[in-house]
């Protein structure tokens, strides 16, 4: 069974992620009594897939839980599923909400290696100030290099006829 989205409202979902050695429910929002009827029968059904693999529930994506969402979890606990969060605070939050074991598991498993969009955005953002920078520090070196190159060569141009001027001045302009 591939990752799949199933949702009755826009506050609660669950996704079941089949993989080789386990067999995962990864859920979000608020867990309340109409989604543990709709939760429970998903597992019921998955069950005959599930076979012998773990039933691992992740829970670090929930938000509240009701005594009949703490009861339904309780019972799949007991039915050896294993409860994970990905964090140690998001641990604490789940407990607290919950009263159940949890393991944290550190990361989620395909978890994305891409920056959040707002972070991207942030660093882009970042990237294209500094290339503006570099570009304007750039103009300015190359205008201030052709000003000395200039500068260099009026010198060098006087300096040059410097002799002549003065060899004039002394046999009088006769040169």
Not at 59 to 70: E, H, Q, W, Y
Not at 87 to 112: D, F, H
Not at 139 to 154: E, L, V, Y
Request: proline fraction near 3%; charged fraction near 15%.
């Amino acid at each position: 069974m591939n990752p799949a989205l199933h949702t009755k409202s826009g506050r609660f979902a669950y996704y079941m992620h089949d993989a080789s050695s386990a067999f995962r429910f990864q859920l979000t929002g608020d867990l309340s009594l109409e989604r543990t009827q709709d939760l429970e029968q998903a597992r019921l059904t998955a069950s005959s897939v599930i076979g012998r693999r773990d039933l691992i529930v992740d829970l670090t994506g929930l938000t509240s839980v009701d005594a009949s969402g703490r009861e339904l979890l309780k019972a799949w606990q007991a039915l050896g599923a294993q409860m994970t969060v990905i964090s140690a605070q998001g641990q604490v939050r789940i407990q607290w909400m919950t009263g159940l074991r949890t393991t944290v598991v550190g990361s989620k498993p395909g978890a994305s290696k891409w920056l959040p969009p707002q972070a991207a955005a942030l660093l882009a953002a970042a990237l294209w100030a500094l290339l503006l920078a570099a570009t304007a520090v750039a103009a300015h070196s190359t205008q201030t290099a052709r000003k000395r190159q200039q500068s260099a060569g009026m010198m060098a141009r006087a300096i040059m006829r410097a002799p002549v001027f003065c060899l004039r001045r002394i046999h009088g302009g006769m040169l």
